[in-house]
């Protein structure tokens, strides 16, 4: 089975980014991992421990790979290499405009830009708020060349209860849109009013 790549930028929601990583290793998906400095910054503020504490702990599962971000010789900086397609979970700002215009400077967005140019899936989780008008206009540029724009916008219909049921209704999303589940779990799909 052809990798999902996992990209991790420095936007908060390094729990969305951990809950993805978690959920296509329990699936036994190989999956492909590149952090940027930035994401590494929010993940101690945001998690209380180090991005390399949990990387550890997936280094032990053998569906794991891990590139550092300058890593431009890594597979996936190439067209050649087959992908299932890519995650940027959470997505920076920076990372949009990076994205949105071809920028290709570590192996992250290098990465995003094979997905964009192979006509792979491309899931972007945005995360900024509130969105001034070329972040808007960078969201538009991606959607138009075929990304998926998910934000991490909670299903208040299903009345989270806390941070871990949005975190999984957000990963379930994002499994669909990358094609490795067929539909969200029964217990996150819309009933509508049920008497
Ligand atoms: C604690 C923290 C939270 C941040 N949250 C966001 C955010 O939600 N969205 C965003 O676009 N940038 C956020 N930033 C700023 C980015 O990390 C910064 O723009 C960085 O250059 C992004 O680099 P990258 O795209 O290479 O990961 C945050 C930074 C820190 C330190």
């Not at 421990?49 to 996936?76: K, R, Y």
């Not at 995650?87 to 920076?94: A, E, F, T």
Request: hydrophobic share 45%.
């Amino acid at each position: 089975m052809n990798p999902v790549v996992v990209g991790i930028s420095g936007a908060s929601g390094s729990a969305l980014a951990q809950g993805t990583v978690d959920e296509l290793l329990r699936r036994e998906v190989p999956t492909v991992v590149v952090c940027s400095n930035a994401a590494r910054l929010v993940w101690q503020q945001e998690m209380g421990v180090s991005f390399n504490h949990h990387l550890s702990q997936w280094q032990e599962h053998p569906h794991f790979t891990f590139h550092s971000i300058n890593e431009l010789l890594a597979p996936i900086a190439s067209g050649t290499y087959p992908t299932r397609g890519m995650v940027v979970v959470p997505c920076s700002m920076n990372g949009v405009a990076s994205m949105a215009h071809g920028l290709a400077n570590n192996l992250l967005f290098r990465a995003a830009d094979v997905c964009l140019k192979e006509r792979r899936p491309l899931v972007l989780v945005p995360r900024e708020t509130p969105l001034h008008s070329v972040h808007l206009e960078n969201l538009l540029t991606l959607a138009r060349m075929g990304a998926v724009i998910l934000p991490p916008a909670p299903a208040f219909y299903l009345k989270p209860q806390n941070i871990d049921d949005i975190v999984r209704f957000m990963v379930s999303r994002v499994l669909v849109a990358l094609g490795v589940d067929a539909a969200m779990p029964a217990d996150l799909q819309y009933r509508g009013t049920e008497d």
